[in-house]
């Protein structure tokens, strides 16, 4: 069992939609979450980053941690065309250490 | 913040020829500093990190090698490529003792 599953999509969406992006992992000592959009061609940008279990918002944007289910999740709402990137998720155990990276969804949100 | 540096940002190189890609980091001090390899559909693969000027950490053995000279600059070599070197090298950097990777713009390699 890899250590962080994403469903690498593609995942196409209209205007407007509400978009869930997922990650599932197995190791429970992971206790630091973050979220990455990638363009093409670019490198991966921090849009959300959690500690340990619980709902975090930014704007549009929110973040979710289930550690009880080994389960994580990006909320879009409202989604746009601009958001339409690659999402990877990450985590780690110990603050400072290497990040986990999921393969990334790739999201396509028509206008 | 913190503003990565890498370059070039593009790179064709025929096979057994060197490598040195650099990257450099404005806005932080003492920083965790990352080098990843990302080939298309296989994720971010982490190749070197280094806590310190001169302590490097390999995750992968393959034929390249990491080096930081400076405590903001952070190098990886090769002496001869292979064809598998091909894909988007990103440089990424932490504060000490955090977790909030900011990565640089990458630099994509070409193998022939």
């Given at each position: 069992?890899?250590?962080?599953?994403?469903?690498?999509?593609?995942?196409?969406?209209?205007?407007?939609?509400?978009?869930?992006?997922?990650?599932?992992?197995?190791?429970?000592?992971?206790?630091?979450?973050?979220?990455?959009?990638?363009?093409?061609?670019?490198?991966?940008?921090?849009?959300?980053?959690?500690?340990?279990?619980?709902?975090?918002?930014?704007?549009?944007?929110?973040?979710?941690?289930?550690?009880?289910?080994?389960?994580?999740?990006?909320?879009?709402?409202?989604?746009?065309?601009?958001?339409?990137?690659?999402?990877?998720?990450?985590?780690?155990?110990?603050?400072?250490?290497?990040?986990?990276?999921?393969?990334?969804?790739?999201?396509?949100?028509?206008s | 913040s913190q503003t990565i540096?890498?370059?070039?940002?593009?790179?064709?190189?025929?096979?057994?020829?060197?490598?040195?890609?650099?990257?450099?980091?404005?806005?932080?001090s003492n920083p965790n500093l990352?080098?990843?390899?990302?080939?298309?559909?296989?994720?971010?693969?982490?190749?070197?990190?280094?806590?310190?000027?001169?302590?490097?950490?390999?995750?992968?053995?393959?034929?390249?090698?990491?080096?930081?000279?400076?405590?903001?600059?952070?190098?990886?070599?090769?002496?001869?490529?292979?064809?598998?070197?091909?894909?988007?090298?990103?440089?990424?950097?932490?504060?000490?003792?955090?977790?909030e990777q900011f990565f640089g713009?990458?630099?994509?390699?070409?193998?022939?």
């Amino acid at each position: 069992q890899k250590e962080v599953e994403q469903d690498p999509g593609p995942l196409s969406v209209p205007e407007g939609a509400i978009v869930s992006l997922n990650c599932t992992y197995s190791n429970s000592a992971f206790q630091y979450f973050m979220w990455y959009r990638q363009y093409s061609r670019k490198g991966p940008e921090l849009l959300m980053y959690t500690y340990s279990s619980g709902n975090k918002e930014d704007g549009r944007f929110t973040a979710q941690v289930d550690k009880s289910s080994k389960y994580i999740s990006l909320f879009i709402r409202d989604s746009q065309p601009s958001d339409s990137a690659t999402y990877l998720c990450a985590m780690s155990a110990r603050a400072g250490t290497a990040l986990i990276f999921g393969k990334g969804t790739t999201l396509s949100v028509s206008s | 913040s913190q503003t990565i540096h890498q370059w070039p940002a593009t790179l064709v190189q025929p096979v057994g020829s060197p490598l040195s890609l650099e990257c450099t980091v404005e806005g932080t001090s003492n920083p965790n500093l990352y080098w990843y390899r990302q080939a298309a559909g296989r994720g971010l693969q982490l190749l070197f990190y280094s806590v310190g000027i001169g302590q490097i950490s390999s995750e992968v053995p393959q034929n390249l090698s990491a080096s930081r000279p400076q405590d903001r600059q952070f190098i990886l070599s090769s002496k001869k490529l292979l064809l598998s070197d091909s894909g988007f090298y990103l440089c990424a950097s932490t504060r000490n003792s955090y977790n909030e990777q900011f990565f640089g713009p990458g630099t994509r390699l070409t193998v022939l």
